[in-house]
């Protein structure tokens, strides 16, 4: 089990295992809108869990409700405090295409390989969608269409061999050539490519629902002192 103590500071000279990073700049624009309080413990309560989950963002308010909910005792920590990291910095686009398309993919590791990525993409994002619903999580979740420019990585005759590569795989996903993008987009591009089943979200308010779902569970967040 982890427990939670005040360790003593590190020798002189003795680098810190754990460097401070700066995550964003600025102020976000996440800021502007409400979002719920997370109850806090101090860490001057010496508590001890199954688990311990360092960061209360997305990424830690995710694996934190799950586990709660699965039975386990966890603590999470979070230097900065919950929400006051990376998350606030998110886009909102909550996407299933992978960075490299398929066909580029498929020279790499195998056409097999690449679909079965893909389609646990979007499996993550569906599963995503359902268990915020099913929690009753209100976070601003709105369906949204995906454009893929053609450009240096994939050419116009490519982007085709894409589109195909993507449907045959599963994925709903429209072929435009020039005239169609110009006519509907009014982006001026050789071709693109339209997918569906996409969505934004507003991310403060999707990590305030699963921490608040874990602590229900039984998790405790732990406040800075």
Request: charged share 25%; net charge positive.
């Amino acid at each position: 089990p982890g427990c939670i103590s005040r360790p003593d500071p590190p020798p002189e000279g003795c680098p810190l295992a754990t460097r401070k990073k700066k995550l964003r700049s600025g102020r976000s624009l996440w800021f502007a809108y409400p979002a719920p309080r997370i109850k806090t413990v101090s860490a001057a309560c010496g508590e001890a869990a199954d688990i311990l989950i360092v960061g209360a963002g997305i990424s830690g308010a995710l694996i934190g409700e799950l586990l709660a909910a699965q039975g386990f005792s966890v603590i999470l920590i979070d230097r900065r405090g919950p929400m006051l990291g990376s998350t606030p910095a998110s886009t909102a686009l909550v996407l299933y295409e992978i960075d490299t398309p398929i066909i580029k993919l498929g020279n790499r590791i195998g056409a097999e390989k690449a679909v079965r990525a893909w389609r646990r993409s979007k499996l993550a994002l569906d599963n995503l969608r359902h268990r915020t619903m099913h929690l009753g999580i209100k976070c601003d979740m709105e369906d949204r269409r995906a454009l893929y420019l053609a450009g240096d990585l994939l050419g116009e005759e490519e982007l085709a061999r894409e589109g195909e590569a993507r449907r045959t795989a599963g994925f709903e996903t429209i072929f435009l050539d020039h005239t169609h993008l110009r006519k509907e987009y009014g982006i001026s591009r050789p071709a693109a490519l339209l997918s569906f089943g996409d969505y934004t979200l507003n991310p403060r308010l999707l990590t305030a629902g699963y921490l608040r779902a874990a602590i229900a569970n039984g998790a405790q967040v732990i406040a800075r002192d």
